[in-house]
């Protein structure tokens, strides 16, 4: 099964902040990566594919990129509703597996 | 608009059976293979399962295969989770998930359904 990580697992970050979160894979996925945002008592949101290819109705302030095993998810100009836990998964192969996530918070 | 309504969830003892549904609505929905993700109180994603668009494949994951199995009716729109010999670790929020079968990667997730395994 292919490993992914997450770090940080948490940050803490001002409004207008930019943020930087990196997802490895255990082994190369290509760019078959998608980052998920959760917010409290919500299911996740996709936010971006092919590692870095936003999805419909994404804010501006979300970028993704990265292949092979190094992904990034960077959010520019920090806005209070970026609160959220943020996941990668790799879609490359069966099992799908996550990130452990990490915890976005706004000072 | 998309909709993925999950139902089925509850409090089971240890060992018993379980059936999960969700409904689909608003998309097409013999396009897309159907994903089962849960989520363990305060923890992080865990993928289930997953039945390709017409039902000829399934792929789940270790800590369930065996146990539980992923189905679906492209007549009623519908998939299920059929969940076996419960544990106590399967004491989750299971999510349903699509996933459009040209790109494989999950676009939108339903509101998911609680499954608590205790005695």
């Known amino acids: 099964d292919i490993q992914m990580t997450q770090s940080p697992s948490s940050l803490s970050a001002s409004v207008g902040d930019t943020v930087t979160i990196t997802c490895r894979a255990s082994?190369?996925?290509?760019?078959?990566l998608v980052w998920f945002q959760q917010k409290p008592g919500r299911p996740p949101k996709s936010l971006i594919s092919?590692?870095?290819t936003k999805q419909s109705g994404v804010p501006l302030n979300f970028s993704g990129s990265g292949s092979g095993t190094h992904f990034t998810l960077s959010i520019s100009s920090l806005q209070p509703e970026d609160s959220a836990v943020y996941y990668c998964?790799?879609?490359?192969?069966?099992?799908?597996?996550f990130g452990p996530g990490t915890k976005v918070e706004i000072k | 608009q998309v909709q993925l309504v999950g139902s089925g969830g509850g409090v089971v003892q240890p060992g018993r059976s379980l059936r999960l549904s969700c409904a689909a609505s608003?998309?097409?929905?013999?396009?897309?293979?159907m994903h089962w993700v849960r989520q363990a109180p305060g923890k992080g994603l865990e993928w289930v399962a997953v039945?390709?668009?017409?039902?000829?494949?399934?792929f789940y994951a270790a800590s369930v295969k065996g146990r539980f199995t992923i189905s679906r009716d492209n007549s009623r729109n519908t998939v299920s989770l059929q969940m076996n010999s419960l544990r106590g670790d399967d004491t989750a929020l299971y999510f349903c998930?699509?996933?459009?079968?040209?790109?494989?990667?999950?676009?939108?997730w339903g509101q998911g359904t609680l499954v608590t395994v205790s005695s």
């Open positions: 998964q790799q879609y490359k192969s069966y099992p799908f597996t």
């Open positions: 608003g998309f097409i929905f013999n396009e897309y293979a």
């Open positions: 082994q190369d996925i290509g760019n078959h």
């Open positions: 998930a699509r996933d459009l079968a040209a790109v494989g990667f999950i676009d939108f």
């Open positions: 092919r590692a870095s």
């Open positions: 039945s390709s668009y017409d039902g000829s494949h399934e």
